[in-house]
């Protein structure tokens, strides 16, 4: 027998000028970057939400304070190893993840593959069970009129009885 938890998290952030753009753990050359406490990484930090939530143990907020000084620029990718141990430390494994990043500027499909490596990287699940899409607002809203990012995600966790 197999027991399942899922989890899901969703993260925005403000695009503003002189800052990196870095999504999945990928510096993508862009005119904006996102403003965050951390490296801004949407994408990571909604991976990080569902995989908190799936572990029933709160938010990334919680865990990481925006108000922590050591936290500061840190990369996104970090943040998800020192999760993916409280997940190890449970007995749970990490089955799936699927993820959609809505932004209407840059163009990310070129990027998919190297974001979905930088997750397996931490994760050790396959790239077969990580699932990142991209898509746009048609210009609607903050994210289309190119003043944020934001980011879904959903991960799946098992483990035998």
Not at 74 to 91: G, W, Y
Request: charged share 20%; glycine share 10%; net charge negative.
């Amino acid at each position: 027998m197999f027991e399942f938890k899922s989890g899901i998290g969703i993260d925005a952030h403000q695009l503003r000028e002189n800052l990196p753009l870095v999504i999945g753990g990928v510096l993508i050359q862009h005119n904006l970057g996102l403003l965050g406490h951390s490296d801004g990484d949407v994408l990571i930090h909604a991976i990080i939400d569902a995989l908190l939530g799936s572990l029933t143990l709160g938010d990334i907020g919680t865990i990481f304070p925006s108000e922590d000084p050591s936290l500061k620029g840190i990369s996104s990718l970090e943040l998800l190893r020192q999760v993916d141990k409280l997940r190890q430390e449970s007995n749970w494994q990490v089955s799936h993840v699927d993820a959609t990043i809505i932004a209407q500027k840059p163009a990310l499909s070129k990027y998919i593959l190297d974001m979905r490596k930088n997750i397996d990287s931490v994760l050790s699940i396959g790239l077969s069970s990580i699932n990142i899409k991209a898509t746009t607002t048609d210009h609607l809203g903050f994210v289309g009129k190119e003043q944020g990012i934001a980011t879904m995600a959903v991960v799946t966790i098992n483990r035998k009885q």
